[in-house]
């Protein structure tokens, strides 16, 4: 069965046998901060290398990993997520380079958004199916369901364009991949700038989830962001998908600024005493 969401992330120990690790989690958005070194994003690696062990990897490599998840609902035993990175590096696998020489992409930021452009695509096939299904079923409220799913895109569209404006680019709403306009001149989302990919990135994979529950890891994400796109970051991410679990690392005040200092948790405070 898929989860909701995490309920309760127990690590046993962090570092050779150190930091016994147990964290109860929202439903919605859970940051996590602390000092450089704390072990803020071994956490959440550990976590995540925990989500994509199968069934038989996990059962045979618990001990070594130390990681238990608990799942909204219990009887649980996976949970749809995604995750992001905020740091930038040139490419450097042969496989990738080799699949992608004619799109001319040079960083993983532009790897990522090479695949999300599939994922676009296959969220607006199923933005489609929807809405057939409703009218298809003689849905007595098909004409306000399927109008509310034909404005997601639009939202969606509407939001990049106001975060972009400053610097005049819009998104060019004739294509069904993700092209803008700059200065009358057509572009493709590689020739972006770093904080510019991180921000569509972020609200691409939270908008192609079509709204459903799913964890969103995040560590870091800030780092190329402008101090106005990090506060609001949070809003834009719940604002797309109310369903999404969020769980992410930060150093930067900012991402909690808006109103989520609530959903703040220090690393010391989730040390259980040995």
């Known amino acids: 069965m898929t989860a909701k969401y995490i309920k309760r992330i127990e690590i046993e120990s962090l570092w050779r046998g150190t930091r016994h690790i147990v964290w109860n989690l929202r439903p919605g958005v859970n940051v996590l901060s602390g000092i450089n070194g704390v072990g803020k994003s071994t956490i959440l690696r550990k976590t995540i290398r925990r989500l994509t062990q199968g069934r038989e990897e996990l059962e045979r490599d618990y001990n070594q990993l ?15 997520f995604d995750v992001i990175r905020g740091v930038d590096r040139p490419l450097v696998s042969a496989d990738i380079l080799g699949k992608v020489v004619e799109a001319r992409l040079t960083t993983e930021l532009d790897w990522q958004l090479y695949q999300l452009q599939r994922r676009y695509l296959d969220y607006q096939v199923n933005q489609s199916n929807r809405i057939v299904a409703l009218f298809t079923a003689s849905d007595p409220e098909a004409q306000q369901k399927a109008a509310a ?10 939001l990049v364009d106001q975060l972009f404006q400053a610097t005049g680019k819009h998104i060019d709403r004739s294509s069904n991949e993700i092209y803008f306009f700059h200065l009358d001149e057509r572009i493709t989302p590689y020739v972006l ?69 609530d959903c703040v948790t220090d690393v010391e405070d989730i040390i259980v005493d040995e």
């Open 149 to 158: 799913i034909a404005t997601e895109k639009g939202h969606f569209q509407d």
């Open 66 to 80: 130390g990681v238990h998840l608990d799942f909204e609902p219990e009887e649980a035993d996976t949970v749809r």
């Open 193 to 261: 700038s770093s904080g510019e990919k991180q921000m569509l990135i972020i609200l691409l994979t939270v908008l192609v989830e079509n709204r459903e529950p799913y964890v969103l890891l995040m560590d870091e994400p800030e780092i190329s962001l402008h101090i106005e796109w990090q506060q609001r970051l949070l809003e834009l991410i719940t604002d797309l998908n109310p369903s999404a679990q969020v769980i992410l690392t930060t150093h930067s005040p900012a991402v909690i600024m808006s109103g989520w200092a």
